[in-house]
T-cell receptor
């Protein structure tokens, strides 16, 4: 139990599908993040939310749409993805820079 | 472009030896530094953090920071096969601001 829970753990979707990734943190942290991890690349920061407000959007394509209804929940809505979007998507929460990750969603776009 | 550089490895060490993992960072404004361990197919797990120049020890792990050289290292004493993983170095300007990760160094501890 990491304190940060992601669902689903695995997802296979077609390029025309719409799906959502969910993240919930039980640590009382104020900041939540979405990261993308592709093979042989560093973790890529996608979005940052602090106190439910989006504070960073790292030039992410509009086919990825985040939602943060409260400080404990974070969603990533996906639509019309491309095969190159296949990756491990990690949610994290942090307090004072210490980031704790969820188990990730392994996404495959076919 | 803020960067954290690591050698991707693999770094192979025999069981019982000291594993030395190194990292450099480009942003002089970085204040906090982290080491994460990531087993294959799993998410990163925070194992050490360091804010001040010098050494910080926690069990078999020692983190070292040299801000003048913009250099961070992680030493693992008495390496065990269970230490085999990818070790990610990360730097942050502090607070809730984004943490920049390196590509990670794959460590293999040979029994």
């Amino acid at each position: 139990e990491t304190g940060v829970t992601q669902t689903p753990r695995h997802l296979v979707m077609g390029m025309t599908n719409k799906k959502s990734l969910k993240c919930e943190q039980h640590l009382g942290h104020n900041a939540m993040y979405w990261y993308k991890q592709s093979a042989k690349k560093p973790l890529e920061l996608m979005f940052v939310y602090n106190f439910k407000e989006q504070t960073e959007n790292n030039s992410v394509p509009s086919r990825f749409s985040p939602e943060c209804p409260n400080s404990s929940h974070l969603f990533l809505h996906l639509h019309t993805l491309q095969p190159e979007d296949s990756a491990l998507y990690l949610c994290a929460s942090s307090q004072s820079g210490l980031a704790f990750f969820g188990q990730g969603t392994r996404l495959t776009v076919v | 472009q803020k960067e954290v550089e690591q050698n991707s490895g693999p770094l192979s060490v025999p069981e019982g030896a000291i594993a030395s993992l190194n990292c450099t960072y480009s942003d002089r404004g970085s204040q906090s530094f982290f080491w994460y361990r990531q087993y294959s197919g799993k998410s990163p797990e925070l194992i050490m953090f360091i804010y001040s120049n010098g050494d910080k020890e926690d069990g078999r792990f020692t983190a070292q920071l040299n801000k003048a050289s913009q250099y961070v290292s992680l030493l693992i004493r008495d390496s065990q096969p269970s230490d085999s993983a990818t070790y990610l170095c990360a730097a942050s300007t502090g607070g809730y601001q984004k943490v920049t990760f390196g590509i990670g160094t794959k460590l293999q501890v040979i029994p």
